[in-house]
Structures are given as C-alpha cells and as structure tokens.
C-alpha cells in the first residue's frame, strides 16, 4: 500500500509522485472550437451563465458579489432547487458581499459532501487599460478565445459548476454524497473573505469531506498539452510594512538622514537579495517530471536543480523564470511606498509594503527576520500587516488522484498529472486549516508562455472552457459516485 503525505510533517511521498508522473508527456490538441450555432444545450447553458457572470462587475472597489450571487440563485431555484438548499449568505460587514451556497441532496448519501468552490470576485479592471474593442465587463468571443474578467479567475469555474448542478438536478441524478456548491466573494482582496466569513459562521453549510478549487488546471504551449496541474499546497502570503521615521524639517535645509533615503537605500539592498532554494517533495518531483516535458538547457537545469538545489548555475538560469523562481524559494517584493507629508518639509515617514510569499516549509517569523536582517538599519521597524494564514498540504491519497488521472487519461490521451504548489494563495486555506483537504484541479488548459489572469485582456481558450465543463463533470461524478473508502 502506497504510503500517504503525512499531514503532521507537511510532506509529500515521493512514491506517490512518482507513480503519478509514470504517464507519457504530451498531447497535442488540433480539434477546433466549436461555433455557438454548433453547442449543445448543456454548453449554450453554460454560455449564457458565464456571460451573466462576467457582465455583472464583482471588483472590491465598484462591483457587488450579493448581485451575482443572487443570480446563481435564481438560475438554481428555477432549475427545481428547493428554498432551504440555496441560499445567499450576505456578510454582516457589507452587503455588497454576498455569497452563495447550494446543495445537491442524494438520497442515496453515505459519505460526507464533495465541496465544489469557486471565488466570483474578480481583481480591478478598467477599459482604457485594455485592447481596443474590449471590454472587461463584456463577455467577447473572438479568434477562439473568450475575454473579459474573470474569463479564467475564477468565474469559468463558477459557471460550469452551476450549469453542471443545474443538469445534475434535471436530470436526477444520485450520488453516494451531497454536493455543496459555494460560490464567494473577496478571495481576490477586500476586508469581507467569504470563505473565512462562511467557516466561522456557517461552517455547517459547507462542511465537507473534501473540496475541489481553482488553483490547478492545465498547461499548454503552441497547442501542445504539457501537464493537467493539481494544487495540494501553496505558498503563504505575508505582507510586511517598513516604516522609518525621522524630525523632519524645511526642505531647504536638507539633511543626510533623509526618511525617503534611507527606506530607499534598504529597499535596493532587498531588491538584490535571494532567499536560498528550497525544495520541498512536491516542487522537487515537479521538476523531475517537467524535465521530461521541456527541452534543451531548461530540461537539463530541472532535472540538476531536483537532485542538487544548490547547483548555483542551474538555479541562476532556471531563476529568469519568473515562476520557476517562485518554485524555488520564497520570495519578498516591494508593491507599495508611502512617504512624506508636504512638498516643501522634509519627511517625517517613510512607509513600504513588503508582499512576500512564503514556503510552506518555512515560517513568516524567520521571514521576518531575514528581513530586518538584508535591511541592515535599525532604524527601520518590520512589522506584520496581518497575521499569518499558513495551511498544511492536502494528501494526495489514491482516492482522490486516480480519479483525476483516469479523468485526465480519458479526455487528454497522454498527458500527465502533476501535483504543483501553488505560488499564489487561494481560499483552500481556510477549509485545509479546518481539515477540509482541497485540491486545485479543473481540467481548463492555458498557455504556460501566457498568462492573463489578473491582467490585460484576460482571456481563456473556447475549445478549454467547454473540454473544462466536461472534465469537471467526468469528474464530480467519480469522487461522488466511489464506494465508501477502505483502509
């Protein structure tokens, strides 16, 4: 019997990883996106779910999650969900922060619920920002891409669970356990998370064996099919302010202790520091597999770097990458400044965020440290924003990958599953900490080269928005359907 991840140590088992990168690398994928006149009635459905949720603005600053949630609603209850089984959970704080939780009730449950979770808040988004004839609050389908924001994060996900209960319920369909839809706001930012929010308060009507999350998904380049990723951990995201203060004074008597100067001079001191490599089981066997699947020198440095971390010439190279480099360590970046008070006074305050995000082998404090320590002036306080949210990995039991797998081995022949850590955080936290296991899968491919989430024209493949529905579906009904677990 394969040995499981450990929970308490926050390991991975490399038997397990191994046995899931046993499968051949690629798969190309020449099949066309289908027209709307050519969708079938479930996919038209779909559609039109997915366009009602990205026209309705869910942005922290201007838009309002209750609206869309609402929506959802109101697309469930006339499917024939009862009253009881949906519900619009408005945070107290806000009530442009609503949150909808559904439930799928089987007569036949044995088992507790499968959790399908999707965040419907989107990050900040303007038209002048964007490409001429787009806009971001407008679903557009073009050259067979949709665009708009939330077309990848996280509303393609939110809308194929919704279209797929609504046939679920229709058609009658029976599991051996519930299946909790909770579709939730401020997982993007904002002081209203509603996963947080529904756990402290409502934990009873989401509370779930296990859940399945953004977070994964697959990877392509130039059509060709690397890898279907499944998210078990992730980095923690740690925010920390530096703050240095001074007398201040008339600028024109200038002074060498200059607030702005000194923040200025630690920052760059920062700017040009790496925290060292350090690989964890699942990172390290990312790049054992993804050496398979590149090429040339990249190939090479991978497969050096996951049986020698400090080989300094192979991390140099594969560091260029942005998110190679997050794969390898923890990284700290400067996103905000705040300084002074009057353009004709010296500054008395010199603020910077700090936006780390953390291993999650290693801790914030040590963190903390490291900083004050690369800052090198003491007269620069490091403080904690927030506190903390680090969660353990889930475990990447055979219940729960198999099913993945053969999903992945039904619809995309020869493609791999890859457990990845995720370098970002996502609202799996919150249910991992309260020992909800969840996993980042979806079967949505993007382009690995191009990633516009959070970005310009966000965009996703129309072809990979319908093969998402399919594999979501395939899926749900494996982990709904197994026989009760054994041991």
């Given at each position: 019997?394969?040995?499981?991840?450990?929970?308490?140590?926050?390991?991975?088992?490399?038997?397990?990883?191994?046995?899931?990168?046993?499968?051949?690398?690629?798969?190309?994928?020449?099949?066309?996106?289908?027209?709307?006149?050519?969708?079938?009635?479930?996919?038209?459905?779909?559609?039109?779910?997915?366009?009602?949720?990205?026209?309705?603005?869910?942005?922290?600053?201007?838009?309002?999650?209750?609206?869309?949630?609402?929506?959802?609603?109101?697309?469930?209850?006339?499917?024939?969900?009862?009253?009881?089984?949906?519900?619009?959970?408005?945070?107290?704080?806000?009530?442009?922060?609503?949150?909808?939780?559904?439930?799928?009730?089987?007569?036949?449950?044995?088992?507790?619920?499968?959790?399908?979770?999707?965040?419907?808040?989107?990050?900040?988004?303007?038209?002048?920002?964007?490409?001429?004839?787009?806009?971001?609050?407008?679903?557009?389908?073009?050259?067979?891409?949709?665009?708009?924001?939330?077309?990848?994060?996280?509303?393609?996900?939110?809308?194929?669970?919704?279209?797929?209960?609504?046939?679920?319920?229709?058609?009658?369909?029976?599991?051996?356990?519930?299946?909790?839809?909770?579709?939730?706001?401020?997982?993007?930012?904002?002081?209203f998370n509603g996963v947080e929010y529904l756990i402290k308060n409502h934990l009873a009507l989401v509370d779930a064996e296990l859940g399945i999350n953004e977070g994964g998904g697959g990877r392509h380049r130039q059509g060709v099919k690397l890898f279907n990723g499944v998210q078990a951990s992730e980095k923690v995201y740690q925010s920390f302010q530096l703050e240095v203060k001074n007398k201040g004074g008339h600028s024109s008597l200038p002074v060498r202790e200059n607030a702005i100067y000194q923040l200025a001079a630690a920052i760059d001191r920062l700017a040009k520091f790496d925290f060292p490599v350090n690989l964890g089981d699942v990172t390290?066997?990312?790049?054992?597999?993804?050496?398979?699947?590149?090429?040339?020198?990249?190939?090479?440095?991978?497969?050096?770097?996951?049986?020698?971390?400090?080989?300094?010439?192979?991390?140099?190279?594969?560091?260029?990458?942005?998110?190679?480099?997050?794969?390898?360590?923890?990284?700290?970046?400067?996103?905000?400044?705040?300084?002074?008070?009057?353009?004709?006074?010296?500054?008395?305050?010199?603020?910077?965020?700090?936006?780390?995000?953390?291993?999650?082998?290693?801790?914030?404090?040590?963190?903390?440290?490291?900083?004050?320590?690369?800052?090198?002036?003491?007269?620069?306080?490091?403080?904690?924003?927030?506190?903390?949210?680090?969660?353990?990995?889930?475990?990447?039991?055979?219940?729960?990958?198999?099913?993945?797998?053969?999903?992945?081995?039904?619809?995309?022949?020869?493609?791999?599953?890859?457990?990845?850590?995720?370098?970002?955080?996502?609202?799996?936290?919150?249910?991992?900490?309260?020992?909800?296991?969840?996993?980042?899968?979806?079967?949505?491919?993007?382009?690995?080269?191009?990633?516009?989430?959070?970005?310009?024209?966000?965009?996703?493949?129309?072809?990979?928005?319908?093969?998402?529905?399919?594999?979501?579906?395939?899926?749900?009904?494996?982990?709904?359907?197994?026989?009760?677990?054994?041991?």
């Amino acid at each position: 019997m394969l040995r499981l991840l450990c929970r308490q140590k926050h390991v991975i088992n490399l038997s397990l990883i191994a046995l899931l990168f046993s499968q051949p690398a690629a798969s190309r994928q020449t099949t066309p996106a289908r027209t709307a006149t050519q969708l079938t009635a479930d996919q038209k459905l779909l559609r039109d779910i997915y366009q009602e949720l990205i026209e309705i603005n869910t942005t922290d600053a201007g838009g309002d999650t209750t609206k869309a949630a609402e929506a959802m609603a109101a697309r469930l209850r006339a499917a024939g969900f009862a009253g009881d089984d949906v519900r619009v959970v408005v945070h107290t704080g806000n009530t442009k922060k609503g949150n909808l939780v559904a439930r799928l009730r089987s007569a036949n449950a044995r088992r507790k619920p499968l959790l399908l979770l999707a965040h419907i808040d989107v990050v900040e988004a303007r038209k002048e920002d964007w490409s001429d004839n787009l806009d971001p609050f407008k679903l557009t389908e073009r050259d067979g891409y949709f665009y708009g924001r939330g077309t990848s994060d996280d509303k393609a996900m939110a809308a194929i669970f919704v279209a797929n209960l609504i046939r679920y319920k229709q058609d009658g369909a029976q599991f051996d356990r519930d299946l909790i839809l909770a579709l939730t706001a401020d997982e993007e930012g904002g002081d209203f998370n509603g996963v947080e929010y529904l756990i402290k308060n409502h934990l009873a009507l989401v509370d779930a064996e296990l859940g399945i999350n953004e977070g994964g998904g697959g990877r392509h380049r130039q059509g060709v099919k690397l890898f279907n990723g499944v998210q078990a951990s992730e980095k923690v995201y740690q925010s920390f302010q530096l703050e240095v203060k001074n007398k201040g004074g008339h600028s024109s008597l200038p002074v060498r202790e200059n607030a702005i100067y000194q923040l200025a001079a630690a920052i760059d001191r920062l700017a040009k520091f790496d925290f060292p490599v350090n690989l964890g089981d699942v990172t390290r066997g990312y790049f054992e597999r993804m050496s398979g699947i590149e090429s040339g020198q990249t190939a090479t440095d991978m497969k050096t770097v996951a049986l020698n971390p400090n080989d300094t010439e192979a991390v140099k190279r594969l560091a260029a990458s942005p998110y190679y480099n997050a794969l390898l360590r923890t990284t700290c970046v400067a996103t905000r400044l705040d300084a002074g008070h009057a353009d004709n006074a010296l500054p008395q305050t010199a603020r910077a965020t700090i936006n780390c995000r953390i291993l999650p082998q290693e801790n914030a404090a040590d963190v903390q440290r490291t900083l004050v320590r690369v800052l090198a002036d003491n007269a620069i306080s490091v403080s904690y924003i927030k506190e903390p949210k680090p969660s353990p990995p889930s475990p990447l039991t055979p219940d729960v990958m198999r099913p993945i797998e053969e999903t992945t081995a039904a619809m995309f022949p020869r493609v791999p599953v890859v457990p990845i850590m995720g370098t970002g955080a996502t609202d799996s936290l919150y249910f991992r900490q309260v020992g909800i296991p969840m996993y980042g899968v979806s079967g949505l491919f993007s382009d690995i080269d191009d990633n516009r989430a959070h970005g310009r024209d966000e965009r996703l493949g129309v072809k990979e928005f319908y093969d998402g529905q399919e594999f979501l579906d395939r899926l749900v009904k494996a982990l709904a359907r197994q026989s009760a677990r054994t041991t």
